[in-house]
Each structure stands twice: as C-alpha cells, then as structure tokens.
C-alpha cells in the first residue's frame, strides 16, 4: 500500500515546490506526485493551475509565460516554478507520479524520463488519450487515468487507455469500484484523501495507495499505524 504525497507535502509547505517535495521525503511518502504544464518557450515546469494567480505573486497564464518570467515569480516561502528536470536532479531517484495537466507534451516527458534513466515512474492524467499515446510510446511505463465521476465500468477507462491504474476521486470510490479494478489486474488510487477515518477504510478495503496532502509519517505499517495530520500543525 503506497502512500503519494499529492502536490509534495502540500498541507505543511507551498506546493509543487522543491520545499514541499522534499519534505514530502522526509516524512517518509512512498512516492512523490507533481503537476506538469508547458511553459510559451516549450519548457516543461511543475505547476497545477493554467494560471499563476493561485499560487504565486504574479498573474497570469502559464502558457504565455516563459520560464524567465515563471522563475521571476515567489511560490511562496521565496520558492521557484521548478521544472521537470529540476525536481528529477533534486529528488536523486525518489519515485515519482507525474501528472500530464495538459495533452500534447507526451513525447517531451518521456524525453526526459529517459535521459534520467528513470525507473518507477507512474504517468497519470484526465487526458486518457494521452496515456494512451504514452503506451504507443514506451509499454513499458507505467499509467494511471484519473476521473472525477462515477462511471458504469470504472474498469473500462484504464483498459481502453492501455492503463495500469485508476485514480478516482475519493467520494466515487468504493468496495464494488476496487474488485472492479482488481478483477483486472489493474491498481486503483482514490484522491484526494486528508480524513484518517476514510483512509483507513479504503485501505481495508484493499486500495493499492492513496493520494492525500496531510500526510505524517514514516508510514511502516499503513493499515495499522497509518495517520493523518488532523490539525493544522503549521
């Protein structure tokens, strides 16, 4: 059972942040989930929305900012945008689960996982052609599609897309949608999950991991000791 610490230690530190991954390790995550987009320049870097509004002192559109200008900007705690190649460099081999926040930069991610010699690598996205492309490309990586729904066959939706998992949001997620997804020898990691009740529910109900942002560990025994921060410790 892996425990993904969702955008870094994202609870404790500003998120998709060299700061927050590298908590995210300390605390003890099994792997690390970060959120990819392009930059104008074609350059990939590690940021959740389509604008820097959110999480940064600036404004604006990650597309039509060059990573000059995306680095120019305070992620909070004086932390930069880092890039794809800047988190691999600094978690020296940590496992990581790149999430694709938009279609179109497949060949360029995989680029980079193969440059690094990466292993353990877990792709996911909502944009389950992507994965699927990412399949033509290397069958040898693994993938994860995302959904926010509640669909028929969950099943259905890695299998088309040649996936290995399904990342359902936690609420979607039940006994019935886990037997589905084991039937097929496929992993199913519900999100986003900060409540120590439902995680040690899912957990007895097999899940295979869980993404959440309050995450405390080491986790050594996740079904028995497994622990969720509460309150805010900040």
């Not at 693994?142 to 509640?150: A, H, K, M, Y």
């Not at 969720?228 to 900040?234: G, L």
């Amino acid at each position: 059972m892996e425990v993904i610490a969702h955008r870094g230690a994202s609870y404790f530190e500003p998120e998709n942040t060299l700061r927050s991954f590298r908590r995210a390790v300390e605390m003890g995550a099994d792997r690390v989930e970060v959120d990819v987009r392009l930059s104008k320049d074609n350059e990939l870097v590690i940021i959740h929305d389509p604008r820097v509004d959110r999480t940064t002192n600036g404004t604006g559109r990650v597309e039509n900012m060059t990573l000059q200008q995306l680095k120019s900007l305070d992620a909070g705690k004086g932390e930069k945008i880092p890039t794809l190649q800047e988190v691999i460099e600094f978690l020296e081999g940590a496992k990581l689960v790149i999430e694709m926040k938009i279609p179109g930069i497949e060949e360029k991610v995989l680029e980079v996982i193969h440059e690094n010699h990466l292993k353990d690598i877990l792709i996911t996205s909502f944009y389950h052609g992507s994965l699927k492309k990412v399949k033509i490309l290397d069958e040898n990586i693994e993938t994860g599609v995302i959904f926010s729904c509640q669909p028929l066959k969950p099943e259905r939706l890695a299998l088309d897309a040649n996936s290995d998992a399904i990342f359902p949001k936690q609420k979607f997620t039940d006994q019935k949608m886990i037997k589905r997804a084991h039937k097929h020898d496929i992993k199913i990691y519900p999100w986003t999950i900060d409540n120590p009740k439902t995680a040690k529910k899912l957990i007895k109900f097999g899940v295979d991991g869980i993404v959440t942002n309050k995450l405390i560990g080491p986790y050594q025994n996740k079904l028995n000791t497994f622990k969720i921060a509460q309150n805010d410790t900040r």
